[in-house]
């Protein structure tokens, strides 16, 4: 590459991202919010969690890291503060290291906000190392491959801990950023009939549509607008409405450039023909 | 003896969890729990040799004169958690959590965050109508970024049918060959590490 | 704005720097975002399993099956003397033989059968014409990309226009993924902005 294409590579890039800034700034600085339409796996993770008897339990897993938190946190407030408003009791994992500390955090200022006690209607036990071994061990016992929680009280003198295996609870709900919803299909759902519901980071959506369709996940909330759907049915504020219009911003950005970027291709190859 | 304590170990363990995986789902039998534990003891032990790995490479580096402040600050941190963590535990409002929520989470989401702009540089270079393939891989790309922006359904009222419809059946049926195809891999897989086929993780090659 | 909320906006600005290309601030933020995360991991490994599932059960309540636990862990120390490296093969095979052995019920009853059966039963789910035509996109659409993933023989004719229409069907996998994946990567930014703007700066209400 001759010079003169490395300077013109660099100033194209350099307006790329000066383009991606700039969409999501002015998307973020104008106040106006788009209505979101609720789709087809929004509407089935609410319709579960609202037909759910009030006073059961459910476990949640917190399989994500920090480096997708932005996207996951208003998936997870919404999906919890559903929960605890319909007075779901969360028994709360994690099976990444980093997800247990966003967890911890997360659930503990949702269940303070809704005025529910720790260790009666909400507990968090933190991470365990090697997925597949936590969600086998935990079809046998919670409280085996959990025997103490997060900050390091005795599971057993929970109250919320009298369940202690996958038939007391409704379902998993796994919100996650990666490959791990699988191994609670894999291991959870077809050795204990565990219900496995998810929340995942929107790159991770298709990826899962086959297990919906087949019946082994029972719905898949998915990213950003995901959350902001969910926020709309539940008339709630975890940061997913409020980011709508910088995302259709973003969005027509792309669209803009690979327009550009297919008709200076169409042009180029027109010259050499 | 250096193959064949390591070939049997595995068979054992895998034949044992094999069979537990018909063992009734309310029974309790001491034997899944014990298996469980090693299991995941051992994955442990294995998390703490990398740590110990990592710093001893590091500090290598810096006694050889490379990068001695960048080395020394990956050591820092990694010191710096576990002594926050002496202080005052994981407790809600302590160090250690204070440390990873506003400095290590912020920082590793703004890495991942940095992917967008890429994303964006990447679509212009990289998705181009050359043949019949990037043609539809261009356009159901385009049809999912306009039809999932909140505001596409302004644009036209279908876009959530019909991507749900994309995603149920075209897209479904391609993921799912490549599931099953993954599937049957993985089960060869097991296969030869239970029989002690496979024994590269031995640095066999 | 407090220095909590300072201190984390300028580390993601740091982080951000990379933009512009390489330089000290951004390095010195990796390497110590790389050493918090490593510290981090070793903090919550070891008191959640070292000290949870090892140490309390095996010195504080008894349970001398895990003294089994505790011997192959530690072996997986001996990867640091190269004489006695091999041991450490032995913690390595009891871990990959669980994992092979808890699999391959795994995978053949949850990737292949299940997938396979769904393949099946859109048919009878079937009520309408575009039902059926769907079902007939499904089946159609998981054929051939196995088709193209089966690399056994050499290629017929018909399995070349089989295996390019499977190709055609990955790519609509594709082109959903990578429109999905530009929303997920646009939503982090998203985030990180945000903090930036409203939390540190005020200037969004």
């Given at each position: ?5 490395t300077r013109r590579a660099q100033k194209t890039r350099r307006l ?258 | ?205 | ?124 789910d079937a009520s309408g014409a575009f039902e059926m035509f769907s ?52 939503s982090i930014l998203i985030g990180r902005l945000d903090f930036l ?9």
């Amino acid at each position: 590459m001759s010079d003169t294409q490395t300077r013109r590579a660099q100033k194209t890039r350099r307006l790329i991202f000066s383009g991606v800034f700039l969409s999501i700034t002015i998307g973020l600085l104008l106040p106006f919010q788009p209505e979101v339409t609720p789709s087809v796996g929004t509407k089935s993770m609410f319709s579960f969690i609202e037909n759910i008897k009030p006073g059961s339990t459910i476990l949640i897993s917190f399989d994500h890291e920090s480096a997708s938190f932005p996207e996951m946190k208003p998936l997870a407030i919404a999906v919890v503060s559903h929960l605890l408003k319909r007075d779901v009791k969360i028994i709360a994992i994690s099976l990444f290291p980093e997800g247990a500390g966003l967890g911890a955090s997360l659930l503990r200022r949702l269940g303070e906000e809704n005025k529910k006690t720790y260790g009666t209607d909400f507990v968090f036990l933190g991470f365990k190392p090697e997925p597949r071994a936590t969600i086998l061990g935990m079809g046998k016992s919670f409280s085996f491959v959990f025997p103490f929680d997060f900050y390091g009280t005795k599971t057993s003198d929970l109250p919320i801990m009298s369940a202690d295996r996958y038939s007391d609870v409704v379902g998993v709900i796994t919100i996650a950023d990666g490959s791990y919803p699988s191994h609670w299909i894999e291991y959870g759902a077809a050795k204990y009939e565990l219900i496995v519901l998810s929340a995942l980071a929107a790159s991770m959506v298709t990826s899962y549509d086959p297990y919906v369709t087949s019946g082994q996940l029972h719905s898949i909330l998915g990213g950003l607008r995901g959350a902001a759907e969910y926020e709309s049915l539940l008339n709630v504020d975890g940061g997913g409405s409020r980011a709508m219009l910088a995302q259709t911003a973003a969005h027509i950005f792309i669209v803009l450039i690979l327009i550009v970027g297919n008709i200076s291709y169409l042009r180029s190859r027109k010259k050499k023909v | 003896m250096r193959k064949f304590l390591p070939i049997s170990v595995s068979f054992v363990f895998g034949v044992l969890m094999f069979a537990l995986w018909f063992e009734d789902s309310e029974s309790r039998s001491m034997l899944h729990f014990t298996l469980i534990d090693y299991w995941q003891i051992i994955f442990a032990f294995g998390l703490l040799v990398g740590v110990v790995s990592f710093i001893s490479v590091a500090s290598r580096k810096i006694s050889r004169g490379e990068e001695p402040f960048y080395n020394g600050v990956l050591i820092f941190g990694a010191l710096l958690m576990p002594t926050l963590a002496m202080i005052d535990g994981l407790q809600p409002n302590s160090y250690f959590q204070w440390m990873f929520e506003n400095v290590q989470a912020p920082m590793q989401s703004s890495v991942f965050a940095l992917l967008a702009f890429f994303v964006a540089s990447a679509a212009f270079r990289g998705f181009r109508a050359r043949n019949a393939q990037s043609i539809i891989l261009l356009l159901v790309a385009l049809i999912v970024i306009i039809g999932r922006a909140p505001m596409g359904e302004f644009v036209w009222g279908g876009f959530d049918e019909l991507i749900q419809w994309i995603r149920d059946f075209p897209s479904t049926s391609a993921k799912r060959a490549v599931l099953i195809g993954i599937g049957l891999g993985s089960v060869t897989t097991s296969l030869r590490v239970i029989f002690g086929v496979e024994r590269t993780y031995l640095g066999e090659r | 704005m407090d220095i909590t909320t300072t201190i984390s906006a300028l580390l993601t600005l740091a982080v951000f720097s990379f933009l512009y290309g390489d330089n000290p601030v951004y390095k010195f933020a990796e390497r110590l975002l790389v050493g918090l995360a490593v510290g981090y991991a070793l903090v919550i490994n070891w008191q959640q399993t070292i000290i949870d599932r090892l140490y309390t059960p095996l010195f504080i309540d008894g349970r001398l099956a895990l003294v089994v636990a505790l011997v192959l862990g530690l072996l997986m120390f001996s990867r640091f003397k190269r004489s006695w490296a091999w041991l450490s093969g032995i913690p390595l095979a009891a871990m990959i033989g669980a994992g092979a052995g808890a699999a391959l019920p795994a995978m053949l009853e949850a990737r292949i059968f299940k997938q396979l059966s769904a393949t099946v039963a859109v048919f009878h789910d079937a009520s309408g014409a575009f039902e059926m035509f769907s079902a007939i996109v499904l089946l159609v659409g998981f054929v051939t990309t196995l088709g193209y993933f089966y690399f056994g023989v050499h290629r017929s004719n018909a399995l070349a226009v089989s295996s390019k229409i499977g190709s055609y069907f990955l790519m609509i996998f594709f082109g959903a993924t990578f429109g999905y994946t530009v929303m997920s990567r646009m939503s982090i930014l998203i985030g990180r902005l945000d903090f930036l703007m409203r939390d540190w700066l005020g200037v969004i209400g």
